[in-house]
T-cell receptor, first 113, second 114 residues
Framework: KNQVEQSPQSLIILEGKNCTLQ??????????LRWYKQDTGRGPVSLTI?????NTKSNGRYTATLDADTKQSSLHITASQLSDSASYIC????????????FGGGTRLMVKP | GAGVSQSPSNKVTEKGKDVELRCDPI?????LYWYRQRLGQGLEFLIY????????KSGLPSDRFSAERTGESVSTLTIQRTQQEDSAVYLC????????????FGPGTRLTVL
């Protein structure tokens, strides 16, 4: 069973709207939690990295939150743009060495005009 | 180039053939990682290099898979006697070895085994 579960699996929103993607994890303890954006046919690109002690991290229109007590993270996208259409992947890093990353299955977001 | 590059971008091969996938990391990045991504699924860790050494090969799915890195630069992932279940996108990433260790990914090689 995957230790990082993301929801929803897919989402369609209209351009300009906000959305929130969820990530629940059972991996514990961990070093940091990351959100990546993966465009179709491309490699993932890092959006945010939060250590276990951080609660929120922003990168432009992307804001990630982390609740270590409930083992939940969310990625909020404001004022969505067509270019936000992509898969968003939640990743838990166990040891900060990069070789113990547990990847969620991703949420596929489609932004329509 | 400024980013991680991988070649070929696409590879179609027949079952039983050997394939070699190449990764050129960002210059100066000491760590290099290989992942596999099957269609519609999350990334699976395969192997990582610190310099030219691979301290963790635990993710390699079978002894048909091997990887090497030379000159603390280019890496090749070799799959021998390919099987249809090997069909996937193979992603390479590189990073500095340090705090938070952000990984930069290449575009991947899409492998199709017929």
């Amino acid at each position: 069973k995957n230790q990082v579960e993301q929801s929803p699996q897919s989402l369609i929103i209209l351009e300009g709207k906000n959305c929130t993607l969820q990530c629940n994890y059972t991996v514990s303890p961990f070093s940091n939690l990351r959100w990546y954006k993966q465009d179709t046919g491309r490699g993932p690109v890092s959006l945010t990295i939060m250590t276990f002690s951080e609660n929120t991290k922003s990168n432009g229109r992307y804001t990630a939150t982390l609740d270590a007590d409930t083992k939940q993270s969310s990625l909020h996208i404001t004022a969505s743009q067509l270019s936000d259409s992509a898969s968003y992947i939640c990743v838990v890093d166990l040891n900060n060495a990069g070789n113990m990353l547990t990847f969620g299955g991703g949420t596929r977001l489609m932004v329509k005009p | 180039g400024a980013g991680v590059s991988q070649s070929p971008s696409n590879k179609v091969t027949e079952k039983g053939k050997d394939v070699e996938l190449r990764c050129d990391p960002i210059s100066g990045h000491t760590a290099l990682y290989w992942y596999r991504q099957r269609l519609g699924q999350g990334l699976e860790f395969l192997i990582y290099f610190q310099g030219n050494s691979a301290p963790d090969k635990s993710g390699l799915p079978s002894d048909r898979f091997s990887a090497e890195r030379t000159g603390e630069s280019v890496s090749t992932l070799t799959i021998q006697r390919t099987q249809q279940e090997d069909s996937a996108v193979y992603l390479c990433a590189s990073s500095f070895q340090g705090a938070l260790n952000e990984q930069f990914f290449g575009p991947g090689t899409r492998l199709t085994v017929l």
